[in-house]
């Protein structure tokens, strides 16, 4: 019989009300939410460091307050990673909570991924799998809430509670991670940020329903939605969610290695794709852990260009705002002029331009007043038309994200059962050995910046299709015929671009190299970029290594968490196979 885990939350933030639709829509065993993301450990942090009884997504504990009694009254479990760095925390909050409404909600937690930090980190979180989840599930837990796991072991958790797996029932275990996958971020996989949403009815997408996985004692699944519900389940909406946030064939994680490249879709009905044949391997012997800390203070000024002369009028107002900070200048400056301006246009809007000025310093005061004063100042002393879109403040502080390894047996994973019982997760009993060349951790907390995890190596790149025969091309486009979803992992970015047909696989295969990556998107020029084929999805998924500095929180560029960035490659003109078209 089918275990049905549905979600809830794709991030800190998501829609309030999907908890009360998830759990009075259809039929549900599970109710998983997602409220971290990188930003949010450092949001969390910082709230913390106010009230140290804090530090756990608050809005989770508000949409309990009609969950519980949901959940109780149609028998589901919930599964939250709302915890944040203070999950014993959220789970008194819980049970105050159940207390107070008068139900016996049995109230477990996972703890151990904070780590101790050093080196002014504020907080140190490991990515646990979903082993102290099942635990806590198997001792009777109604609610489960963790810190920093993994998003997929919010499903691996249950599934090995609810179907009895072991540790090394690999293909199973990769399986869920996988369906785990295309559920952490709820909408994203019903039609939400979709490639190919003109291809639709336009109300489809006004309001996606929540994804639901039927996942199988086998490991296979089917990624389906409540009925009634928005949004849409097909093959592309699942494939684009599979390539968000992943990097090559081998997906390691705290349970399993997946292997996506094993990963087949089939559509089975509507709003219906089974998910099978996905294969798994032993897990790393390391975590990767999540660093946060404060990088310094940040502040910026966006001036409005308007009409005539905009070169000339960013080129002005530059110089005076460099010779203003001459004596007192930031670590750093950071200019960007943004064309948005049109000839001749008809609204002042459409005639301007906007030159964005972004100052950094480990201080405030350098990007502070220094700033603001050198701003207003020049008010009635620069370019014709000078305006602001709005007055600079004072600086904000502004976080960083790094990542680092640490053997798993250093990390102290425990499920603290309803009762109060502590039960430590024991390490995989079987690991890889470290692949040649990469960085073995030391015990404890690694220095800052370890680059790579210990784990096998990529498996050798897979045989291309034959390419399609020469003929007459069109200048067109990329996104005519590829879909893509981008996102971003700390410092790095992915792009994962896929195809419909096997016909455009053929085309996309050959024709989308890293040099034409890099032609066409010029600020990938000079950094590390690596193409990952994976045929049976059609698909092929970049990073490019540091394309977003010091991570989403540093705010280090325009799309600070690369959203958008696929949707910058679609827009990109190449010469296109007319046959295709």
Known sequence: MALRIGNASGFYGDRFDAVREMLTGGELDVLTGDYLAELTMLILGRDQLKDPAAGYAKTFLRQMEEGL???HERGVRVVANAGGLNPAGLADALRGLAAKLGLPTRIAHVEGDRLPAVDGVLAANAYLGGAGIAACLAAGADVVVTGRVTDAALVTGPAQWHFSWGPE??????????????????????GGNYAFFRDHDPAVFRRPGFPVAELHADGSAVITKHPGTGGLVDVGTVTA???????????????VTARLDTVRLTQVGPDRVRIDGVRGEAPPPTLKVGLSRLGGFRNEVVFVLTGLDIEAKAQLVRDQIEDALATARPREVRWELARTDRPDASTEETASALLRLVVRDPGPEAVGRALTGAAIELALASY???????????????????????????????????????????????????APGLPVPVPGLPAPGLPAPVSTPEP?????????????????PLGRLAGARSGDKGGDANIGVWVRTDEEWRWLAHALTVDKVRE???????????????????????????????????????????????EWLRSRELDVPEELL
Do not use: M
């Open 460 to 476: 050798p790149t897979p045989e291309l299709p034959d390419p399609l025969p020469e003929g007459p091309v069109r200048r067109v």
């Open 69 to 71: 009694g949901l959940a």
């Open 520 to 566: 066409l998107l010029p600020e990938t020029a000079g950094l590390a970029v690596t193409r990952h084929v994976l045929p049976r999805l059609r698909a092929l998924n970049f990073t490019v290594a540091g394309i977003l500095g010091e991570g989403v929180a540093s705010q280090a560029r325009f799309d600070p968490q690369a959203k958008a960035l696929g």
């Open 169 to 190: 029932e690999y293909d199973r275990l990769a399986g869920a991670v996988v369906a785990g996958h295309v559920l952490e971020c709820g909408t994203q996989a019903t």
């Open 384 to 434: 014709p038309g000078f305006h602001v879109t709005a007055p600079p403040g004072r600086g904000a502080p502004y976080g960083v994200f790094e990542t680092a390894y640490v053997p798993a047996s250093e990390v102290p994973h425990t499920a603290v059962l309803p009762d109060g019982t502590r039960v430590p997760v024991p390490v995989p009993a079987h690991t890889p050995e470290p």
């Open 241 to 255: 969610q599979l390539l968000y946030e992943t990097a090559g064939a081998r997906y390691p994680g705290p349970d």
